[in-house]
């Protein structure tokens, strides 16, 4: 089995190249892994297998063309520019998100031969934009308000396009916001809602930007690693010619979050986070999805967190050693 992840410098990437290492692919044993992102990613501690780190920008022609030469059975399509900063650069983000995407298609089709390899695509709930119904189900259509969810729709539609004439076997899945998410936060506009837990976990001061009425849909990092092994090794004639799933997540407001902090960590890890306003991001947020009833993923054996308690232990457990040391 030889897998190629795209964006695998990325925090999900990382965690998925640990699994892919330590636990294979569907039963079977990961034989190489392709590692691809625009900074050299790390090679797995204790992989026996055949590492290839390469350092590459997939929106450049010509770059997905050298990452699939040596035809990967499974594809992960992890990489894009966030929200914030494909808010922020509008070329910048069509360049990596959509022409990026359409490149690694293209690929994949000059291949030919035979070659039909599973392609999963990480795709995001930003695809959806308001007014919303009280929770959206899998029949709702995308009318995206950022350019990050236009361009992610756009690739949602050409990997069935693609999936359809036979090109390759692609899934989507469509990310909870990833939460708590490890490490230095990135230019997402989401990021506050890992910092109001990731910071005072360790006992740093926080700053959240919004009311805490805010409610949003979340994910763990551990389960949107299951969402992509899942994706890749499922049986896809279940889902016909809807190769996008909603993934299962948990529908949550800011002071729910701040509550479970406290039932975890204490008042004392509470009173770090900072009321600080920012219009931009509120007025960002405002237009984002709040809950789902992601029927078809669930029938489908995808997996998630019932609790934010859960969320935040398993931060703990996957990245502070299972202590809080900060209040120990």
């Given at each position: 089995?030889?897998?190629?992840?795209?964006?695998?410098?990325?925090?999900?990437?990382?965690?998925?190249?640990?699994?892919?290492?330590?636990?294979?692919?569907?039963?079977?044993?990961?034989?190489?892994?392709?590692?691809a992102?625009v900074v050299?990613?790390?090679?797995?501690?204790?992989?026996a297998?055949?590492?290839?780190?390469?350092?590459?920008d997939?929106?450049?022609?010509?770059?997905?063309?050298?990452l699939?030469?040596?035809?990967?059975?499974?594809?992960?399509?992890?990489?894009?520019?966030?929200?914030?900063?494909?808010?922020?650069?509008f070329?910048?983000?069509?360049?990596?998100?959509?022409?990026?995407?359409?490149?690694?298609?293209?690929?994949?089709?000059?291949?030919?031969?035979g070659?039909?390899?599973?392609?999963?695509?990480?795709?995001?709930?930003?695809v959806?934009?308001?007014?919303?119904?009280?929770?959206?189900?899998?029949?709702?259509?995308?009318?995206?308000?950022?350019?990050?969810?236009?361009?992610?729709?756009?690739?949602?539609?050409?990997?069935?396009?693609?999936?359809?004439?036979?090109?390759?076997?692609?899934?989507?899945?469509?990310?909870?916001?990833?939460?708590?998410?490890?490490?230095?936060?990135?230019?997402a506009?989401?990021?506050?809602?890992?910092?109001?837990?990731?910071?005072?976990?360790?006992?740093?001061?926080?700053?959240?930007?919004?009311?805490?009425?805010?409610?949003?849909?979340?994910?763990?990092?551990?389960?949107?690693v299951?969402?992509?092994?899942?994706?890749?090794?499922?049986?896809?004639?279940?889902?016909g010619?809807?190769r996008?799933?909603?993934?299962p997540?948990?529908?949550a407001?800011?002071?729910?979050?701040?509550?479970?902090?406290?039932?975890?960590?204490g008042?004392?890890?509470?009173?770090?986070?900072?009321?600080?306003p920012?219009?931009k991001?509120?007025?960002?947020?405002?237009?984002?999805?709040?809950d789902?009833?992601?029927?078809?993923?669930?029938?489908?054996?995808?997996?998630a967190?019932?609790?934010?308690?859960?969320?935040?232990?398993?931060?703990?457990?996957d990245?502070?050693?299972?202590?809080?040391e900060?209040?120990?």
């Amino acid at each position: 089995m030889h897998a190629l992840i795209i964006g695998a410098a990325g925090m999900i990437g990382r965690k998925l190249t640990a699994a892919l290492a330590r636990e294979g692919l569907g039963g079977s044993p990961v034989a190489r892994l392709t590692l691809a992102d625009v900074v050299a990613p790390a090679a797995p501690a204790g992989f026996a297998g055949r590492i290839d780190p390469v350092e590459i920008d997939i929106g450049a022609e010509g770059a997905a063309a050298r990452l699939v030469a040596d035809r990967p059975d499974a594809i992960f399509h992890l990489a894009a520019i966030v929200s914030g900063e494909a808010e922020d650069d509008f070329d910048k983000g069509y360049r990596i998100n959509l022409d990026g995407t359409r490149w690694l298609y293209e690929a994949v089709r000059a291949i030919g031969g035979g070659y039909r390899p599973r392609v999963v695509f990480a795709s995001s709930i930003a695809v959806f934009g308001a007014p919303f119904p009280p929770r959206i189900g899998d029949d709702f259509f995308t009318t995206p308000r950022t350019s990050y969810g236009t361009q992610k729709a756009i690739g949602e539609l050409l990997l069935n396009d693609y999936s359809r004439r036979g090109i390759f076997d692609g899934v989507g899945i469509r990310l909870p916001t990833i939460c708590i998410r490890p490490g230095a936060p990135n230019k997402a506009a989401s990021g506050f809602f890992s910092g109001i837990l990731r910071e005072p976990l360790v006992g740093q001061p926080a700053v959240l930007p919004v009311d805490e009425d805010v409610r949003h849909w979340h994910a763990s990092p551990r389960a949107a690693v299951g969402f992509l092994t899942r994706a890749a090794t499922m049986d896809t004639d279940a889902l016909g010619h809807r190769r996008v799933l909603n993934m299962p997540g948990l529908s949550a407001t800011v002071a729910e979050q701040i509550e479970a902090l406290r039932r975890v960590a204490g008042d004392r890890a509470v009173a770090l986070i900072r009321r600080e306003p920012d219009a931009k991001i509120a007025a960002m947020v405002a237009g984002w999805a709040q809950d789902f009833a992601p029927e078809r993923a669930l029938s489908l054996g995808f997996r998630a967190e019932s609790s934010f308690d859960e969320i935040i232990r398993a931060h703990i457990e996957d990245e502070l050693g299972g202590r809080l040391e900060a209040w120990e």
